[in-house]
């Protein structure tokens, strides 16, 4: 599971900037970069920081902890073009699709 890149699509799926995102969650904007552009370390994190930003992203934290979330194909290629800004296209791709599916039965994560 590419946990990181997991929360990076769900961020810019709901339209929110990593600043946004740390004010959100409550936590520093280099914290909350380090979670999502670092693999492993969100798995690794502190559990209140890890809880609040699964929260903000919409995403169920017993399942996202036990790897049942991944990305979708759209989700892949938006994700896989490294850690700086995305272009206006790929961010209108993203808003019409959720990134983001349960492994188990296909149904989306129910947000």
Do not use: W
Request: overall charge positive; glycine content about 10%.
């Amino acid at each position: 599971m590419e946990e990181n890149k997991i929360i990076k699509a769900m961020r810019i799926y709901l339209g929110m900037s990593q600043a946004e995102a740390a004010h959100k969650c409550g936590i520093p904007l280099s914290i909350y970069a380090k979670y999502e552009n670092i693999s492993g370390t969100i798995l690794n994190g502190h559990f209140d920081a890890v809880y609040r930003i699964l929260v903000v992203m919409q995403l169920h934290p017993k399942k996202f902890l036990h790897g049942k979330y991944e990305l979708t194909e759209v989700g892949r290629k938006i994700t896989s073009r490294g850690t700086g800004p995305i272009n206006r296209a790929s961010r209108e791709e993203l808003k019409k699709c959720r990134p983001v599916i349960l492994k188990k039965g296909g149904k989306s994560n129910g947000s």
